[in-house]
């Protein structure tokens, strides 16, 4: 079992930055791959980033490339969304999840854990 909780969220307007923390507990975070998703009112969960269990091998939505970086620290056990050059289409509650197996690193159904979200609004 894997718990995770996100922070770091908050009201900011376009063009600035935010940093996103997800605080993971439980036996062998290391071992999990970690992914970051956000949904926006009305809309799907979409993927945002993933980041290998080692931290080597990282994939970023189109959306985001460029302007985000996921990392981790798994001495730490937390896994690390920065956002710069935020827009207002980055509204959104944003979620990190832990997968042990995860082959599609963009679909939701393929991580294991979920922590609760956390509110990002981007205003313009």
């Known amino acids: 079992q894997v718990q995770l909780v996100e922070s770091g969220g908050g009201l900011v307007q376009a063009g600035g930055s935010l940093r996103l923390s997800c605080a993971a507990s439980?036996?062998?975070?290391?071992?999990?791959?970690m992914g970051w998703f956000r949904q926006a009112p009305g809309k799907e969960r979409e993927f945002v980033g993933f980041?290998?269990?080692?931290?080597?091998?990282?994939y970023y939505a189109d959306s985001v490339k460029g302007r985000f970086t996921i990392s981790r620290d798994n001495a730490a056990n937390t896994v690390y969304l920065q956002m710069n050059s935020l827009k207002p289409e980055d509204t959104g509650v944003y979620y990190c999840?832990?997968?042990?197996?995860?082959?599609?690193?963009?679909?939701?159904?393929?991580?294991?854990?979920w922590g609760q979200g956390t509110q990002v609004t981007v205003s313009s």
């Open positions: 439980g036996k062998n975070f290391r071992s999990y791959a």
């Open positions: 980041v290998s269990w080692s931290g080597i091998t990282t």
């Open positions: 999840a832990a997968g042990d197996q995860v082959l599609t690193y963009y679909n939701p159904v393929e991580y294991d854990y």
